[in-house]
Protein backbone atom coordinates (compact mmCIF):
# COMPACT_ATOMS: atom_id res chain seq x y z
CA UNK A 1 0.00 0.00 0.00
CA UNK A 2 1.41 3.24 -0.74
CA UNK A 3 1.49 4.68 2.88
CA UNK A 4 0.65 7.76 4.35
CA UNK A 5 -1.73 11.01 4.00
CA UNK A 6 -0.82 14.69 4.31
CA UNK A 7 -2.88 16.26 7.02
CA UNK A 8 -5.43 19.37 6.05
CA UNK A 9 -7.14 20.49 3.46
CA UNK A 10 -8.06 23.66 1.83
CA UNK A 11 -11.85 24.85 0.68
CA UNK A 12 -12.53 24.22 -2.61
CA UNK A 13 -12.89 27.28 -4.45
CA UNK A 14 -13.54 28.22 -8.34
CA UNK A 15 -14.29 24.14 -8.81
CA UNK A 16 -15.54 23.80 -12.85
CA UNK A 17 -18.84 22.58 -13.66
CA UNK A 18 -17.89 19.03 -15.53
CA UNK A 19 -20.40 17.23 -14.62
CA UNK A 20 -23.89 16.84 -15.38
CA UNK A 21 -25.66 17.30 -11.41
CA UNK A 22 -26.67 19.83 -9.29
CA UNK A 23 -26.09 19.91 -5.37
CA UNK A 24 -29.16 19.68 -2.98
CA UNK A 25 -30.30 19.27 -0.06
CA UNK A 26 -29.29 16.24 0.58
CA UNK A 27 -25.74 15.54 -0.41
CA UNK A 28 -25.73 12.82 -1.88
CA UNK A 29 -29.31 13.51 -4.29
CA UNK A 30 -28.71 14.87 -7.82
CA UNK A 31 -31.41 17.27 -8.66
CA UNK A 32 -30.51 19.12 -11.66
CA UNK A 33 -28.55 19.53 -14.97
CA UNK A 34 -25.85 22.38 -14.18
CA UNK A 35 -23.42 21.46 -16.56
CA UNK A 36 -21.12 24.59 -17.87
CA UNK A 37 -18.95 25.19 -20.75
CA UNK A 38 -16.07 26.55 -19.69
CA UNK A 39 -13.01 27.34 -21.57
CA UNK A 40 -10.47 25.49 -19.52
CA UNK A 41 -6.35 24.78 -20.29
CA UNK A 42 -5.31 21.27 -21.79
CA UNK A 43 -2.65 19.94 -19.45
CA UNK A 44 0.59 21.12 -19.94
CA UNK A 45 2.69 17.73 -20.22
CA UNK A 46 -0.29 15.47 -21.11
CA UNK A 47 -1.01 12.22 -22.26
CA UNK A 48 -0.03 12.57 -25.40
CA UNK A 49 3.80 13.80 -24.34
CA UNK A 50 4.45 10.78 -22.11
CA UNK A 51 7.21 8.41 -23.38
CA UNK A 52 5.97 5.67 -24.80
CA UNK A 53 8.17 3.58 -22.13
CA UNK A 54 7.78 5.78 -18.75
CA UNK A 55 8.76 5.65 -15.00
CA UNK A 56 6.68 6.55 -12.50
CA UNK A 57 6.85 7.90 -8.93
CA UNK A 58 5.44 8.98 -5.84
CA UNK A 59 6.20 12.37 -4.46
CA UNK A 60 5.54 12.32 -0.86
CA UNK A 61 3.54 15.27 0.57
CA UNK A 62 4.81 14.28 4.17
CA UNK A 63 7.73 13.39 6.09
CA UNK A 64 7.33 9.38 7.23
CA UNK A 65 11.11 8.84 7.36
CA UNK A 66 12.49 8.62 3.98
CA UNK A 67 14.54 11.50 2.42
CA UNK A 68 12.95 14.85 2.22
CA UNK A 69 12.28 16.01 -1.07
CA UNK A 70 11.31 19.25 -3.37
CA UNK A 71 9.53 18.17 -6.49
CA UNK A 72 12.48 20.04 -7.89
CA UNK A 73 14.63 17.24 -6.29
CA UNK A 74 12.73 14.31 -7.73
CA UNK A 75 15.41 12.02 -9.79
CA UNK A 76 15.44 12.82 -13.28
CA UNK A 77 14.57 9.34 -14.34
CA UNK A 78 11.08 9.57 -13.77
CA UNK A 79 8.55 10.26 -16.54
CA UNK A 80 5.17 11.09 -14.45
CA UNK A 81 5.78 12.56 -10.75
CA UNK A 82 2.34 11.47 -8.89
CA UNK A 83 1.81 13.99 -6.02
CA UNK A 84 1.02 12.47 -3.35
CA UNK A 85 -2.12 12.96 -2.30
CA UNK A 86 -5.03 14.52 -2.53
CA UNK A 87 -7.49 15.22 0.62
CA UNK A 88 -11.00 14.14 0.83
CA UNK A 89 -13.26 17.46 1.88
CA UNK A 90 -16.36 17.09 3.65
CA UNK A 91 -18.35 16.89 0.21
CA UNK A 92 -18.75 13.19 -1.01
CA UNK A 93 -16.41 12.49 -4.19
CA UNK A 94 -14.43 16.25 -3.47
CA UNK A 95 -10.71 16.64 -2.92
CA UNK A 96 -8.49 19.65 -2.53
CA UNK A 97 -4.53 19.61 -1.82
CA UNK A 98 -2.85 21.63 1.06
CA UNK A 99 1.24 20.92 1.62
CA UNK A 100 2.00 19.82 4.18
CA UNK A 101 3.02 22.98 6.95
CA UNK A 102 6.02 20.46 8.35
CA UNK A 103 7.52 20.30 4.84
CA UNK A 104 8.27 23.91 4.96
CA UNK A 105 7.42 24.21 1.23
CA UNK A 106 5.64 27.15 0.67
CA UNK A 107 2.48 27.10 -2.19
CA UNK A 108 4.92 29.25 -4.46
CA UNK A 109 7.83 27.20 -4.52
CA UNK A 110 5.83 23.56 -5.23
CA UNK A 111 4.07 25.25 -8.62
CA UNK A 112 7.36 26.52 -9.45
CA UNK A 113 8.68 23.34 -9.19
CA UNK A 114 6.40 21.81 -10.78
CA UNK A 115 6.35 23.61 -14.01
CA UNK A 116 10.11 23.61 -13.90
CA UNK A 117 9.77 19.69 -13.87
CA UNK A 118 6.89 20.59 -16.84
CA UNK A 119 9.63 22.42 -18.90
CA UNK A 120 12.09 19.45 -18.87
CA UNK A 121 9.06 16.97 -20.23
CA UNK A 122 7.56 15.37 -16.94
CA UNK A 123 3.69 14.71 -16.24
CA UNK A 124 3.23 15.64 -12.72
CA UNK A 125 -0.22 14.59 -11.64
CA UNK A 126 -1.91 14.61 -8.34
CA UNK A 127 -2.67 10.95 -7.04
CA UNK A 128 -5.95 10.54 -4.87
CA UNK A 129 -5.82 7.87 -2.41
CA UNK A 130 -3.06 6.37 -0.44
CA UNK A 131 -3.43 3.51 2.27
CA UNK A 132 -5.04 6.20 4.87
CA UNK A 133 -6.94 8.12 2.21
CA UNK A 134 -10.69 7.71 2.81
CA UNK A 135 -12.57 9.43 -0.57
CA UNK A 136 -15.14 7.71 -1.92
CA UNK A 137 -17.45 8.05 -5.33
CA UNK A 138 -20.21 6.45 -5.05
CA UNK A 139 -22.88 8.19 -7.16
CA UNK A 140 -23.42 10.21 -9.42
CA UNK A 141 -23.66 13.69 -7.17
CA UNK A 142 -20.25 12.52 -5.90
CA UNK A 143 -18.68 12.12 -9.44
CA UNK A 144 -19.60 15.63 -10.75
CA UNK A 145 -17.95 16.29 -7.25
CA UNK A 146 -14.80 14.63 -8.03
CA UNK A 147 -14.38 15.29 -11.50
CA UNK A 148 -14.94 19.58 -10.52
CA UNK A 149 -12.25 19.08 -7.49
CA UNK A 150 -9.92 17.23 -9.72
CA UNK A 151 -9.82 19.75 -12.77
CA UNK A 152 -10.10 22.74 -10.16
CA UNK A 153 -6.78 21.41 -9.11
CA UNK A 154 -5.66 21.07 -12.79
CA UNK A 155 -5.81 24.62 -13.12
CA UNK A 156 -5.04 25.80 -9.89
CA UNK A 157 -1.58 23.68 -9.48
CA UNK A 158 -1.01 22.91 -13.42
CA UNK A 159 -0.69 19.15 -12.56
CA UNK A 160 -1.26 17.26 -15.65
CA UNK A 161 -4.00 14.26 -14.83
CA UNK A 162 -5.13 12.45 -11.95
CA UNK A 163 -3.51 8.99 -10.32
CA UNK A 164 -6.48 7.00 -8.74
CA UNK A 165 -5.13 4.60 -6.05
CA UNK A 166 -7.80 4.29 -3.97
CA UNK A 167 -7.47 1.36 -1.59
CA UNK A 168 -10.35 0.61 0.38
CA UNK A 169 -12.86 -0.37 -2.54
CA UNK A 170 -13.83 2.04 -5.78
CA UNK A 171 -17.07 1.65 -7.87
CA UNK A 172 -16.40 1.69 -11.59
CA UNK A 173 -19.49 2.69 -12.70
CA UNK A 174 -19.43 6.09 -10.78
CA UNK A 175 -15.43 6.67 -11.32
CA UNK A 176 -16.00 5.76 -14.52
CA UNK A 177 -18.46 8.74 -15.18
CA UNK A 178 -16.08 10.99 -13.20
CA UNK A 179 -13.12 9.97 -15.22
CA UNK A 180 -15.02 10.32 -18.67
CA UNK A 181 -16.42 13.96 -17.14
CA UNK A 182 -12.65 15.22 -16.57
CA UNK A 183 -11.52 13.95 -19.90
CA UNK A 184 -14.36 16.01 -21.81
CA UNK A 185 -12.92 18.96 -20.19
CA UNK A 186 -9.31 18.16 -20.51
CA UNK A 187 -8.42 16.03 -23.49
CA UNK A 188 -4.85 15.25 -23.14
CA UNK A 189 -5.38 14.25 -19.15
CA UNK A 190 -2.65 12.15 -17.81
CA UNK A 191 -4.71 9.12 -16.33
CA UNK A 192 -2.85 6.69 -14.12
CA UNK A 193 -3.99 3.69 -11.73
CA UNK A 194 -2.48 1.90 -8.69
CA UNK A 195 -4.08 -1.06 -8.18
CA UNK A 196 -3.79 -3.88 -5.45
CA UNK A 197 -3.11 -7.33 -6.89
CA UNK A 198 -6.41 -8.25 -5.68
CA UNK A 199 -8.10 -5.58 -7.87
CA UNK A 200 -6.57 -6.39 -11.14
CA UNK A 201 -7.23 -10.33 -11.03
CA UNK A 202 -10.31 -10.28 -13.51
CA UNK A 203 -11.82 -8.46 -15.98
CA UNK A 204 -14.64 -8.52 -13.48
CA UNK A 205 -13.14 -6.77 -10.84
CA UNK A 206 -14.24 -2.79 -10.29
CA UNK A 207 -11.08 -1.65 -10.94
CA UNK A 208 -9.99 -3.71 -14.00
CA UNK A 209 -13.93 -2.77 -15.31
CA UNK A 210 -12.83 1.17 -14.94
CA UNK A 211 -9.63 0.36 -16.63
CA UNK A 212 -11.26 -0.66 -19.56
CA UNK A 213 -14.53 1.60 -19.70
CA UNK A 214 -11.63 4.22 -20.21
CA UNK A 215 -9.13 2.51 -22.35
CA UNK A 216 -9.72 4.88 -24.96
CA UNK A 217 -7.82 7.53 -22.78
CA UNK A 218 -6.18 5.63 -19.92
CA UNK A 219 -2.64 6.22 -19.59
CA UNK A 220 -1.25 3.56 -17.37
CA UNK A 221 -2.04 1.04 -15.25
CA UNK A 222 0.90 0.82 -12.26
CA UNK A 223 -0.38 -2.06 -10.17
CA UNK A 224 1.29 -2.28 -7.00
CA UNK A 225 3.11 -5.91 -6.80
CA UNK A 226 4.02 -5.70 -3.31
CA UNK A 227 1.98 -5.81 0.24
CA UNK A 228 0.05 -8.91 -1.42
CA UNK A 229 -0.61 -12.36 -0.43
CA UNK A 230 -0.09 -14.84 -3.16
CA UNK A 231 -2.07 -14.40 -6.51
CA UNK A 232 -2.91 -16.69 -9.77
CA UNK A 233 -1.30 -16.02 -12.93
CA UNK A 234 -2.32 -15.98 -16.52
CA UNK A 235 -1.71 -19.47 -16.80
CA UNK A 236 -3.67 -20.54 -13.87
CA UNK A 237 -0.87 -20.95 -11.02
CA UNK A 238 -0.54 -19.38 -7.96
CA UNK A 239 2.81 -17.02 -7.48
CA UNK A 240 4.26 -15.96 -4.62
CA UNK A 241 5.46 -12.11 -4.02
CA UNK A 242 8.66 -11.07 -4.39
CA UNK A 243 9.73 -13.13 -7.93
CA UNK A 244 9.93 -12.15 -11.66
CA UNK A 245 7.59 -14.43 -11.95
CA UNK A 246 5.46 -12.84 -9.69
CA UNK A 247 5.64 -9.60 -12.15
CA UNK A 248 5.50 -11.48 -15.03
CA UNK A 249 2.44 -13.61 -14.57
CA UNK A 250 0.60 -11.03 -13.06
CA UNK A 251 1.35 -8.55 -15.44
CA UNK A 252 0.07 -10.73 -18.00
CA UNK A 253 -3.40 -11.26 -16.39
CA UNK A 254 -4.40 -7.24 -17.54
CA UNK A 255 -2.55 -7.68 -20.65
CA UNK A 256 -4.41 -10.95 -21.27
CA UNK A 257 -7.92 -9.42 -19.80
CA UNK A 258 -7.84 -6.79 -22.75
CA UNK A 259 -5.37 -3.65 -21.62
CA UNK A 260 -2.90 -2.45 -24.07
CA UNK A 261 0.69 -3.20 -23.39
CA UNK A 262 1.26 0.05 -22.94
CA UNK A 263 -0.86 0.41 -20.58
CA UNK A 264 0.64 -2.01 -18.39
CA UNK A 265 3.56 -1.00 -15.91
CA UNK A 266 5.21 -2.90 -13.07
CA UNK A 267 4.81 -0.99 -9.80
CA UNK A 268 7.31 -2.37 -7.19
CA UNK A 269 8.80 -0.41 -3.64
CA UNK A 270 11.87 1.52 -4.02
CA UNK A 271 13.36 0.39 -0.93
CA UNK A 272 12.77 -2.60 1.74
CA UNK A 273 11.59 -0.14 4.18
CA UNK A 274 9.29 1.54 1.01
CA UNK A 275 6.51 -1.58 1.84
CA UNK A 276 5.42 -4.20 4.17
CA UNK A 277 6.38 -7.04 2.12
CA UNK A 278 6.91 -7.77 -1.92
CA UNK A 279 10.25 -5.90 -2.42
CA UNK A 280 12.30 -7.02 -5.15
CA UNK A 281 16.16 -5.62 -6.22
CA UNK A 282 15.86 -3.14 -8.84
CA UNK A 283 17.11 -5.86 -11.57
CA UNK A 284 14.48 -8.38 -10.97
CA UNK A 285 12.15 -5.17 -12.78
CA UNK A 286 14.49 -5.14 -15.08
CA UNK A 287 14.12 -8.77 -15.63
CA UNK A 288 10.51 -8.87 -15.79
CA UNK A 289 10.28 -6.16 -18.08
CA UNK A 290 12.78 -7.93 -20.37
CA UNK A 291 10.26 -11.34 -20.06
CA UNK A 292 7.32 -9.39 -21.28
CA UNK A 293 9.38 -7.46 -23.91
CA UNK A 294 11.79 -9.30 -25.15
CA UNK A 295 10.86 -12.96 -23.86
CA UNK A 296 14.30 -12.77 -22.41
CA UNK A 297 15.37 -12.96 -18.44
CA UNK A 298 12.20 -14.97 -17.31
CA UNK A 299 12.09 -17.22 -14.35
CA UNK A 300 10.07 -20.93 -14.59
CA UNK A 301 6.78 -18.51 -16.42
CA UNK A 302 7.10 -17.40 -20.21
CA UNK A 303 4.31 -15.62 -21.80
CA UNK A 304 3.09 -16.94 -24.72
CA UNK A 305 3.82 -13.69 -26.53
CA UNK A 306 5.58 -10.59 -25.86
CA UNK A 307 4.90 -7.61 -25.48
CA UNK A 308 7.28 -4.90 -26.41
CA UNK A 309 5.03 -1.85 -25.80
CA UNK A 310 4.80 -2.52 -22.53
CA UNK A 311 5.28 1.09 -20.96
CA UNK A 312 7.55 0.67 -17.94
CA UNK A 313 7.31 0.68 -14.61
CA UNK A 314 6.47 2.56 -11.02
CA UNK A 315 7.88 2.92 -7.73
CA UNK A 316 6.61 3.82 -4.41
CA UNK A 317 8.68 6.44 -3.76
CA UNK A 318 11.03 8.71 -4.81
CA UNK A 319 11.56 9.40 -1.47
CA UNK A 320 12.53 6.31 -0.68
CA UNK A 321 14.59 5.48 -3.66
CA UNK A 322 16.82 9.02 -2.77
CA UNK A 323 16.76 7.10 0.70
CA UNK A 324 18.54 4.12 -0.64
CA UNK A 325 21.29 5.89 -2.76
CA UNK A 326 18.70 6.08 -5.75
CA UNK A 327 19.26 2.80 -6.81
CA UNK A 328 15.74 1.62 -7.90
CA UNK A 329 15.80 5.11 -10.37
CA UNK A 330 19.59 4.31 -11.92
CA UNK A 331 18.96 0.81 -12.33
CA UNK A 332 15.15 1.05 -13.82
CA UNK A 333 15.04 4.42 -15.13
CA UNK A 334 17.39 3.71 -18.08
CA UNK A 335 16.09 0.08 -18.78
CA UNK A 336 12.77 1.27 -19.24
CA UNK A 337 13.93 4.18 -21.77
CA UNK A 338 16.29 1.24 -23.41
CA UNK A 339 12.84 -0.81 -24.09
CA UNK A 340 12.72 -1.50 -27.81
Known sequence: MLAGLAAGALAAGGLLAVGTTSASADPGTATAD???????PAPRVGASAVPAHAVTGYWQNF???????????VQDEYDIIAVAFADATGQPGEVD?????????????FKADVAAKQAEGKSVIISVGGEKGNVSVGDGTAATNFANSIVGLMDEYGFDGVDIDLENGLNATYMTEALKSIHAEKS???????????????????????????K??????NMQYYNSGSMIGCDGNVYSQGSVDFLTALACVQ?????????????????????????????????????????????SFTPDTTYPGIRGAMTWSTAWDASNGNSWSSTVGPHVHGLP
Open 255 to 299: LEGGLDPSQVGLGTPASPSAAGSGYVEPGVVNDALDCLAKGENCG
Open 97 to 109: FTLDPALGYSEEE
Open 216 to 221: DFLTVV
Open 63 to 73: DNGATVQTVAE
Open 188 to 214: DVVVTMAPQTVDMQSPENEYFKTALNI
Open 34 to 40: TRITVDS
